[in-house]
């Protein structure tokens, strides 16, 4: 008997995303809207009767979007094959698909702008206006895809002498885990002297998969363990 043509009966390895750009952003806190005024200054005949107020100040940016978690590697496939007399070589490929990669995390929005201050009067002084929100933390980078396990292998014969180099049973690897995404940057501060709010905080990175290589498919040769 000629040599059999190598089988490849081994899992497609999960989806990858650790190539694709980050997801969008977020948009930003209110529709975009700066945070309150503040009060305006009011007279009281010749004096300053209601003083004007600061401008509030700007809300936190958004959370950037989390990343896609890799895909899951497909388990390779069991072989099964019986004959009365075997010979050559059997190169059997059982083996697991890879996890797939992590998306990176997007970027965080961008912090809302302070309030405007309120304006001032004849005999009141105007108000600072409010600083501006930091920026969003940065989205969750994608975790680690989790591995197939290897297919097993179940040859039965009667006589012959088969090899069996080229078998491989073994499990995939995980995919790796993507990065968080950029915080967002600070919002404007409120006119009359508000500050800019800070830049936010960068997204944690993702997980990876609990599971760092799957399962060795296994060999049984006439109901023998291999």
Known sequence: MADPTPLDLSGADGPDYSKLPPPPGPGDYDGGK?????????DDGKKCGTHSSEGSPGHQ????????????????GDFTFKATNMTGNWPVNTSGGKGGGGQTGGEGGTGQAGGAGGKGSKNCKGSDG???GPGGIGGTGGDGGTPGDGGNVYINYTSGNPTFNGLLTRGGTAGLA???GKGGQGGKGGL???KGGGTGKGG???KASAIP???????YVNGVSQ
């Open 34 to 42: 700066s945070a309150g005024e503040g009060q305006d200054g009011k």
């Open 61 to 76: 940016g958004l959370q950037g979007n989390s990343g896609q978690k890799g895909g899951t590697g497909n388990h390779g």
């Open 130 to 132: 409010g600083p501006g």
């Open 178 to 180: 993507a990065n968080g």
């Open 192 to 194: 009359e002297y508000g």
């Open 204 to 206: 944690e990175g993702g």
């Open 213 to 219: 290589t799957g399962k060795t498919g296994n060999v």
